[in-house]
T-cell receptor, first 116, second 114 residues
Framework: DTAVSQTPKYLVTQMGNDKSIKCEQNLGHDTMYWYKQDSKKFLKIMFSYNNKELIINETVPNRFSPKSPDKAHLNLHINSLELGDSAVYFC???????????????FGPGTRLTVL | ELKVEQNPLFLSMQEGKNYTIYCNYSTTSDRLYWYRQDPGKSLESLFVLLSNGAVKQEGRLMASLDTKARLSTLHITAAVHDLSATYFCAVGAHYGGSQGNLIFGKGTKLSVKP
């Protein structure tokens, strides 16, 4: 009954490789997000998708590309990995509409990416 | 640009003591959230504050929001070891609609010692 799930949990790879992280939510939410948490625990939004359309794209290198095959999934593809990409990546989702709890984001367990 | 500042960033407390974590933000927002993160774990939603003067309490934690001062506080009463974690506040940023991303503070690492 996992609400927001991510795979893999750990990802160790070499510089220059291409990798993907998958995210799925079974909450029926319309909006999904990707966040990056660096070694100092600072959380920063990367992407936001609403009903399969990108609505926010913060200043993120083009090597990162989100792909949403349907509103329950938001995958993150990373090309030509660099050392600085090492971080924990969190997927999140939120329900539609306004009102109490409407915009609360529910976070996945995170994917720890290590680039060697 | 919306900025969110938390202080303190590190907090070492003794069990049974009270303390307050502060969260200031730079531009108008009508949504403020508090999250908890245990080491190596995901973020857990604690409180959602949606209006000026909102106060929420859960156990030993109480959160409040003053939108005029652009300030939220997370008050810890009679701390216990189980409260040791990193606490983040996050403020909702608007992007032309009701949905928007969250801007997080840097987090307050709380350590409660016996």
């Amino acid at each position: 009954d996992t609400a927001v799930s991510q795979t893999p949990k750990y990802l160790v790879t070499q510089m220059g490789n291409d990798k993907s992280i998958k995210c799925e939510q079974n909450l029926g939410h319309d909006t999904m997000y990707w966040y990056k948490q660096d070694s100092k625990k600072f959380l920063k939004i990367m992407f936001s998708y609403n009903n399969k359309e990108l609505i926010i794209n913060e200043t993120v290198p083009n090597r990162f590309s989100p792909k949403s095959p349907d509103k329950a999934h938001l995958n993150l593809h990373i090309n030509s990995l660099e050392l600085g990409d090492s971080a924990v990546y969190f997927c999140a989702s939120s329900p539609p509409g306004r009102g109490l709890g409407a915009d609360t984001q529910y976070f996945g367990p995170g994917t720890r990416l290590t680039v060697l | 640009e919306l900025k969110v500042e938390q202080n303190p960033l590190f907090l070492s407390m003794q069990e049974g003591k009270n303390y307050t974590i502060y969260c200031n933000y730079s531009t108008t927002s009508d949504r403020l959230y508090w999250y908890r993160q245990d080491p190596g774990k995901s973020l857990e939603s604690l409180f959602v504050l949606l209006s000026n003067g909102a106060v929420k309490q859960e156990g030993r934690l109480m959160a409040s929001l003053d939108t005029k001062a652009r300030l939220s506080t997370l008050h810890i009463t009679a701390a216990v070891h189980d409260l040791s974690a990193t606490y983040f506040c996050a403020v909702g940023a608007h992007y032309g609609g009701s949905q928007g991303n969250l801007i997080f503070g840097k987090g307050t690492k709380l350590s409660v010692k016996p």
